[in-house]
């Protein structure tokens, strides 16, 4: 096929055998570190850092390469307290009654509820968006494959790479995110996947008391 174009693949690096499980082990025991974070502090991160950390998201293999995503950083407090105001209102609405019995109960261990107070304490929002489709050189519709899935790995790397830089980070998904496009200017064409909250913990950060399963559990070697 025409335009296709290939370069010979010179990027691998192999590592001895007792290395390869050392840096399997270490990189298991660093991430076991990772918590997913409610109680942010207020101080500021350079910038430098959120943008390392999204290009290597940015790596992240995609649907016939499309790279269907869109990173939306907000760090301005006006911004962030408009979509303070409407995820509020979105998370007032789910619990007065949209949500279920079940499902409140399923979040309660969580300690979460309606109010989103880190939304305007942490230095960070970075709003995700999945591209539904894009747009060739002549502006003319140009089809994405597996969006979804493509944007959640993407999400994976950047959650991970904001842990290995030394921050936290919570993912967080109101009932209703259609809000987003209309605060952030976004285009019919992208549609909210998540906001993802990062910066420091707060000095008198909590986190509940969660297990996780055993590789027996999510795992099968056959």
């Known amino acids: 096929m025409s335009g296709r174009a290939f370069v010979p693949y010179r990027a691998y690096r192999e590592y001895p ?24 502090s207020n101080r500021p991160v350079p910038v430098e850092i959120i943008q390392d950390c999204i290009r290597a998201a940015s790596s ?13 950083v907000v760090s301005n407090p006006e911004i962030k307290k408009q979509i303070h105001q409407a995820a509020e209102i979105v998370e007032r609405e789910f ?3 949209e949500a279920t019995k079940e499902w409140v109960e399923a979040l309660d261990h969580l300690g979460t509820d309606q109010f989103k107070p880190f939304l305007v304490t942490a230095p960070y929002l970075i709003v995700i968006f999945a591209q539904r489709h894009g747009y060739d050189a002549d502006g003319q519709k140009k089809k994405h494959y597996y969006v979804q899935q493509s944007v959640g790995i993407a999400t994976g790397i950047l959650i ?3 842990h290995n830089a030394g921050l936290v980070s919570l993912t967080y998904t109101p009932a209703k995110m259609a809000f987003l496009n209309k605060v952030l200017s976004r ?23 969660l297990g996780k399963k055993s590789l027996g559990e999510v795992a099968i070697f056959m």
């Open 17 to 40: 055998l007792e290395e390869m499980k050392q840096r399997a082990a270490d990189f298991f025991a660093e991430m076991k570190r990772r918590r997913s974070v409610r109680h942010f």
């Open 95 to 97: 619990y007065a009654g």
């Open 160 to 162: 991970t790479a904001l």
């Open 187 to 209: 285009p019919s064409n992208e549609k909210p996947f998540m906001i993802l909250v990062t910066g420091y913990p707060a000095d008198d950060a909590q986190v509940p008391v």
């Open 60 to 72: 992240a293999p995609s649907g016939a390469n499309n790279q269907p995503w869109t990173f939306v």
